[in-house]
């Protein structure tokens, strides 16, 4: 508060009591790699020029160089998974949905994290929009689809109106429509 820590919001190590003022420090989080949530901390995620500046929609323009099908081998040399307990390749999602004989095709992102109490879709959507959005076109590149869907549980009401800016912002940017 004004430059100023503020001891009581402080993690305290529950077995010795001192105070750990340094996220990275703390013994939950020393060795973890953050990738969803790398920049959350620095960005103003009310900012589509602020994601820019960080590297954001740099993936997208990779992904626009290239034709469908070598974004999907991309995506399968990552080694991404869904989030959901199974893990399944996200390549293979997306390559079964490029392959289906279908005029009409939609990506959608489930925004509705199902366990109970879990908040980790709506803290991703209310930090970073843009981040949904870039991986929401990017799919919809790799499958041809022609509509996307972004699911928000209407509880989410922070992570809605974050997502509708993102919406607004990229459309006015010449990066959706």
């Known amino acids: ?75 399968k040399k990552s080694n991404l998974r869904g989030r959901g307990g199974a893990g399944f390749p996200t390549w293979k999602k997306l390559d079964i949905c490029r392959s289906a004989a279908s005029e009409t095709k939609y990506v959608i992102v489930d925004g509705d994290a199902g366990d109970p109490g879990s908040m980790e879709d709506q803290a991703l959507m209310s930090s970073n929009p843009h981040l949904i959005l870039e991986g929401l076109i990017i799919g919809a590149y790799a499958v041809q689809a022609s509509k996307g869907y972004i699911y928000i549980r209407n509880q989410y009401s922070n992570a809605v109106k974050k997502i509708e800016k993102a919406v607004k912002d990229a459309a006015e940017f010449g990066l959706l429509g």
């Open 1 to 75: 508060l004004k430059g100023n820590l503020i001891r009581s919001l402080l993690y305290r190590n529950p077995e010795n009591q001192k105070i750990i003022p340094i996220e990275s420090e703390i013994p939950f989080y020393k060795y973890q790699t953050r990738v969803l949530t790398e920049s959350a901390m620095d960005l103003d995620p009310e900012s589509l020029e602020d994601y820019v500046r960080h590297g954001g929609y740099q993936a997208l323009a990779n992904a626009l160089s290239s034709n469908p099908k070598q974004v999907i081998e991309e995506i």
